[in-house]
T-cell receptor, first 111, second 120 residues
Framework: TQLLEQSPQFLSIQEGENLTVYCNSS?????LQWYRQEPGEGPVLLVT?????EVKKLKRLTFQFGDARKDSSLHITAAQPGDTGLYLC???????????FGKGTRLSVIA | EPEVTQTPSHQVTQMGQEVILRCVPI?????FYWYRQILGQKVEFLVS????????KSEIFDDQFSVERPDGSNFTLKIRSTKLEDSAMYFC??????????????????FGNGTRLTVT
């Protein structure tokens, strides 16, 4: 079974701080997606990365895909309370395989 | 913006009973999925459906589970005889392949807000 590990599991920070969360696998991803999930709702897509070394920015969020396509990171600059939520990474190991999710990083940003 | 809708939002059932969870995917999407999330655990793949048949299923999706697209809009998940361990959030998702991108890339999944199934 291919595993996708996310760290840290929980993160509590003050408003205005920067943070990075990680997603790692021992296998190569064909593509990787980051989702955010609010309580009582389904995951909502933030970004998809496909190419090794790719960097994508979404306002204060920066997503990076590792050169070897085995890992990814999400960096949030100047976190705000509205960033609070569960951040999930999900990867496909090949084009025909289902999307596999990590357990997520639960972020709490305190005002 | 179009969205995936799921009903009911919460279903309580007794062990051994049959349940049907309903989903209306985004209308022009071609691929349909069910995932589940047991409380405190990760989102797990159950089944994918394309062209009116199952394209892939996980070990969780045993003979007690079935899916159906009875008409052009609904996509259902049936659990024939529920067990206590079936209690979870069940998410429906849909996607549409982006023909302009690499073959190895699938369009992102659009999730519904889930049905919370409680088996007592």
């Amino acid at each position: 079974t291919q595993l996708l590990e996310q760290s840290p599991q929980f993160l509590s920070i003050q408003e205005g701080e920067n943070l990075t969360v990680y997603c790692n696998s021992s296998s190569v991803f064909s593509s990787l997606q980051w989702y955010r999930q609010e309580p009582g709702e389904g995951p909502v897509l933030l970004v998809t990365v496909v190419t090794g070394g790719e960097v994508k920015k979404l306002k204060r969020l920066t997503f990076q895909f590792g050169d070897a396509r085995k890992d990814s990171s999400l960096h949030i600059t100047a976190a705000q309370p509205g960033d609070t939520g569960l951040y999930l990474c999900a990867g496909k190991y090949s084009g025909n395989t289902p999307l596999v999710f990590g357990k997520g990083t639960r972020l709490s940003v305190i005002a | 913006e179009p969205e995936v809708t799921q009903t009911p939002s919460h279903q309580v059932t007794q062990m051994g009973q049959e349940v049907i969870l309903r989903c209306v995917p985004i209308s022009n999407h071609l691929y349909f999925y069910w995932y589940r999330q047991i409380l405190g655990q990760k989102v797990e793949f159950l089944v994918s459906f394309y062209n009116n048949e199952i394209s892939e299923k996980s070990e969780i999706f045993d003979d007690q589970f079935s899916v159906e697209r009875p008409d052009g809009s609904n996509f259902t998940l049936k659990i024939r005889s529920t067990k206590l361990e079936d209690s979870a959030m069940y998410f429906c998702a849909s996607s549409d392949r982006d023909r302009g991108l690499l073959r190895s890339y699938n369009s992102p999944l659009h999730f519904g807000n889930g049905t919370r199934l409680t088996v007592t």
